[in-house]
C-alpha cells in the first residue's frame, strides 16, 4: 500500500525551512527518502532504518517515529536547489520498496 | 564509474506492438529493479531481480516480464501495448537485495504508446 505524503506541494522562500511528512498504515522496517528534478532521474537523499537514529547532514534531515509509522524530512534554510519533488519510499521487511505520489517543493528567490 | 544507463531514451510505439528496455546497473551491483512513473505520481515498483532470479513483482499484468543476465544487465519487455503503458520506466540498481539497501537510478526511457 502506497505511503501517504504531505503536503502535496509548497512554495517556500530561500531561507525558509519546510517539512515533507510520510506516513504508512503497515508496520516498516525502513524509509527512504529521494528528490527528483524534472526531466532527471530520482537521487537518493538517506535511508531511515527501524531502530536507527534520525539521519541527515547539514541542512536536510529525517526522523521516523516506528509507533506511527511515520517519516518526516526537514529542509531547513532552503536554497533554490532544494527545488524538485520529494518522495518517500516505504519498506516492509523483505519487501519491495513503494513510493508515495511525492511532494512539489519550489523555493523562490 | 559510470551510473545506471538505460537504453532507448525515447520510444514511439503504436498500440499493440512489442517493446524491449535495456538497462546496466553501476558496475559490482547485482540487483537491478523496474519501476513505472506516471507524469504527477511516483514510481510504481514492477520488477526486483538478484542474481539472476526474480525477487519480486508488482501489481503488474503478465504483459509484463524481465530477465537480468549473468553480467546483471536487464532487460524489460512489455507486449501488446495499451495507451496507458505510455510512461516513465526506471531501472534502478542496488549493491544488494535486502532492506535497506540504497536505490541508483538510471535516466530512464520515456514510453510513448500513440
Redesign the interface.
Known sequence: QQPVQSPQAVILREGEDAVINCSSSKALYSVHWYRQKHGEAPVFLMILLKGGEQKGHEKISASFNEKKQQSSLYLTASQLSYSGTYFCGSQEYGNKLVFGAGTILRVKS | DAG?TQSPTHLIKTRGQQVTLRCSPISGHKSV?W?QQVLG?????IF?YYEKEER?R?NFPDRFSARQFPNYSSELNVNALLLGDSALY?CASSDGAG??E???????TQLSVL
Not at chain 2, 505520481?41 to 515498483?45: E, K, N, T
Not at chain 2, 540504497?102 to 530512464?108: D, N, T
Open positions: 545506471v529493479s519501476y505520481q511516483g514510481p510504481q515498483f526486483q519480486g508488482g526506471l532492506v535497506g540504497k536505490l541508483f537510478f538510471g535516466s530512464g
